[in-house]
């Protein structure tokens, strides 16, 4: 299998007042095409800022990072919007709904800035709304919704492009068990139909669904032994 993912060396510091603190220090990470890996590891590790990395929406401080064998840090800035916009699904910790905007807008947004032509779009959002199990609830608020279904939006969202990596955090963090086993299921089906798949969760039941589990601690990646 060829990597999708394959980062080498990256750190980032972020200034906090005064002082420069080391959140990542150099960590390397590889993802298969087509892999559902976890990544799990204590509040403030660095998870986030991990995975705002790895979907090219934040640089690293340093480091080299490979996405489908490109070099999308040192590639032009309409590159890598263009490399977000059609190939990668977020699913954001804080859900970043538009709270003026309805559960079709919403999903629609994405789609926008992808070039996908407007009667595909519509097909794509409807699909996706449907997928979630939201149809019924196609022209509310987020403030309408509940957040198990607000999270829902946020995949239905995510997964509108098809994407060919999903980048989840803690997707079912806001979720009762049975409300989040339900989202296991739909990433699940996701990573069936092809998609590589980047978990984010504190969760070891929901980290036990992905394929692989890689620990972040003390700014570098371990990964699971022996199994
Ligand atoms: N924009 C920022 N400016 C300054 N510090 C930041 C910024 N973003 C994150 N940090 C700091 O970097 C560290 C890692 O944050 P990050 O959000 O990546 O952690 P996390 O592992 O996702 O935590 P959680 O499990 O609570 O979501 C924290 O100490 C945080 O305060
Ligand atoms: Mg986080």
Redesign the pocket.
Known sequence: MSSLIEASGITRD???GSTL?H?LKGLNISVDRGEFIAIM??????????MHILGCLQSPTSGRYLLDGMDVFSAPDRVRSSIRANHIGFVF?TFNLIPQLNVYENVELPLLYSDIGNSTAEERVLHAVDQVGLKKRINHKPGELSGGEMQRVAIARAIAINPSLVLA??PTGNLDSATGLEIMKLFKRLHDDGATIVL?T?DSEVASHAQRRIY?KDGLLTEEKGI
């Open positions: 972020y200034h906090k603190i959140v590891g204590p509040s403030g590790s660095g998870k986030s800022t991990l910790q955090d803690e984010i504190h972040i």
